[in-house]
């Protein structure tokens, strides 16, 4: 529970929407404001942050604008983690 709430408070605090599925280590995250595609930005972000998460469009076609981050690790490394993944995040929002 307290590594699901570092990663919602990040989120938060940044602006970025998302849902938590019931009793699962995982989030979903909404990636439309980047106007990127899931793998893209999966891609991306990984090549610039080291931060690994799963494309959305894994999980059927109609999920390519959201990303599955998972929060299984220890709180250190969840939270920096989710603060790469935010940063990131903000700086290729679009107005």
């Known amino acids: 529970r307290k590594r699901k709430d570092i990663c ?18 995982y989030l979903m995250i909404g990636i439309e404001e980047t106007g990127m595609d899931s ?37 250190e490394d969840v939270a920096e983690g989710i603060a790469r993944m935010c940063r990131f995040f903000n700086q290729r929002r679009q107005a």
């Open 8 to 25: 919602v408070a990040a989120l938060e605090q940044a602006g970025i929407g998302y849902a938590t599925p019931q009793g699962a280590f």
């Open 39 to 75: 793998y893209t930005f999966s891609n991306q972000l990984l090549e610039a942050t080291g931060v690994a998460v799963a494309p959305g469009l894994t999980f059927g076609p109609n999920a390519d604008q959201i990303i599955r981050i998972s929060y299984c690790a220890d709180r």
